[in-house]
T-cell receptor, first 112, second 112 residues
């Protein structure tokens, strides 16, 4: 297993466009998390899946954001009608119960 | 609500010195505390995970300690090297809460 994989690594989009990011967790991990990080800040929690069920969403996750994890495997995070304030690093992590998180390399989104 | 603080925000030390990074948290009811390294524009790399029942963990030149009663953790780096230059983040996994709470990090620069 090569760890948590995120694609794409970078995405530049025009304001108003929709974007989708993908995360492939470590295969035996049942928990998957999305975080967002802006420059100079620590990552902030967005949402969490246990297997295929989305169990918690942050208030940061407006109705323009949606996340899925079909069949409890990979996950996608979609942002509709992107705004400049959405520019950030989007990080995915997975874990097996409470035994520590493994993060991916992140997707850097730039909205122009 | 868990709050995690890292002081200082930035630190510069000459190569070869030993150093300590500090992390404090407000809610001692944690499953574990995790230290991460982040290089510019990259994702998070896990360095050490300390479970709530443990006092310290060691990996190579790194040693992390945990004192739940005082709400503190430290990351000790021995014999620092220029390759240690990065931002170091600590994160608390609070009981009854599925998300990690991160500090804002300490940006470490090792001067050759």
């Amino acid at each position: 297993d090569t760890g948590v994989s995120q694609n794409p690594r970078h995405k530049i989009t025009k304001r108003g466009q929709n974007v989708t990011f993908r995360c492939d967790p470590i295969s035996e991990h049942n928990r998957l998390y999305w975080y967002r990080q802006t420059l100079g800040q620590g990552p902030e929690f967005l949402t969490y899946f246990q297997n295929e069920a989305q169990l918690e969403k942050s208030r940061l996750l407006s109705d323009r954001f949606s996340a899925e994890r079909p069949k409890g495997s990979f996950s996608t995070l979609e942002i509709q009608r992107t705004e400049q304030g959405d520019s950030a690093m989007y990080l995915c992590a997975s874990s097996l119960e409470f035994y520590g998180y493994t993060f991916g390399s992140g997707t850097r989104l730039t909205v122009v | 609500k868990q709050e995690v603080t890292q002081i200082p925000a930035a630190l510069s030390v000459p190569e070869g010195e030993n150093l300590v990074l500090n992390c404090s948290f407000t809610d001692s009811a944690i499953y574990n505390l995790q230290w991460f390294r982040q290089d510019p524009g990259k994702g998070l790399t896990s360095l050490l995970l300390i479970q709530s029942s443990q006092r310290e963990q060691t990996s190579g030149r790194l040693n992390a300690s945990l004192d739940k009663s005082s709400g503190r953790s430290t990351l000790y780096i021995a014999a620092s090297q220029p390759g240690d230059s990065a931002t170091y983040l600590c994160a608390a996994h609070t009981r009854g809460n599925e998300k990690l709470t991160f500090g804002t990090g300490t940006r470490l620069t090792i001067i050759p």
